[in-house]
């Protein structure tokens, strides 16, 4: 069995698969915090209800422990892989790769670029512990944009910061990597279209496809950079964060952990950070909150459009985009002057195609499948060993 972990920005997704047949999803599921408390979902094959819980909160480390004891419980077979996404791989890491300590001692090096990336980090640690001699493989989540060039790849700093690594980095490759491949399989002729596909959750960003290859997005060096997200702010003026430093004195800590936790809808708001309940509210703050991450959507959709040279596919996916048509229609209203039109219909039903016939721009749903792209790495790499 291979076992893909997804350790996100709000939750904790995992899927197992059996090896033979090349592999056959046995189980899927997340634990997603809502509202305080942690709620796991479990699925089997065909969609078949395995676990439905509520857990008592809990520090992240001891939420995944116990996750881990959940899976390790429900393994039917030993595990022959386990496969990670990796938040930042940096210029060195395109490619999966199978973990050993030097490659998890230059991994833990570039949280200092995505904090996230210590919590991709501990469960590698923590399974090391479990199943010492079970090869563990990590999948990066910024490697679908190594396809990124000049100029959108660089940024007006001195060369000598370029030559240190400044430079656009990218994230949620794994999601896009699933879309393109979805995209691919369906043979309308997705290879040739100019597609921005817009990756909505807690984490959010754009990335601008052409031949189904990353051209552009609208993260950046950080994960902090594009749209307006949960709890982070997206694009913001650096003059900001020099008054932040001046007037308020910040130390970095405190600023770093103002920009990845106090801003985005949850500062806008001052309700909530989850889309899930500013949906919910009647509040003018949540309305407003929500009206700003859509313009942010559509603002940097325009600029992506611009890279492109224009737009025939504009491709929805992420808890947010494949769940909620009420955020679809609020972004789909604001860009009718680039002649995208919403089927309201199909729309509201979740339809896969939700662009009217008439709209030069296609407007696709396609959920997305971080855990399989995952698996299927981890499969390939560790073919020979598996053939064993």
Known sequence: MILALNIGSSNIKFALFRTRPELQELLRGSLDEFQGFPQLKVDGPLGTRVARDQWQPAAHETLILRLLDWIQHHLSTPLRGIGHLVLHGGSRFIDPVLVDEEVLEELAELAVLAPGQLACLLPIKLLRDRFPRTPQIACFDTAFHSTIDLPALRYAVPRASEYEGVRRFGFHGLSYEAVAEALSSRSDGAERDRIIVAHL????SLCAMHGLKSVDTTMGFSALEGLVMATRPGAIDPGILLWLLRKKRFTVDELEHFLYNECGMLGVSGIAADARTLLASETPEARKALDLFAFHVVRHIAALAATLGGLDRLVFTGGLGENVPSLRERICRRMEWMGVAL????????????????????????????????GRHTYELLGPRLAA
């Not at 959750?201 to 959010?204: E, F, S, W």
Request: charged residues 35%; without cysteine; negative net charge.
């Open 201 to 204: 959750g807690q984490g959010a």
């Open 343 to 374: 089927d309201e219909k199909a729309n509201a039903e979740g339809a896969a195609l939700v662009s009217d016939a008439e709209s030069p721009v296609r407007v696709e749903v396609v959920p997305t499948d971080e855990e399989r792209v995952i």
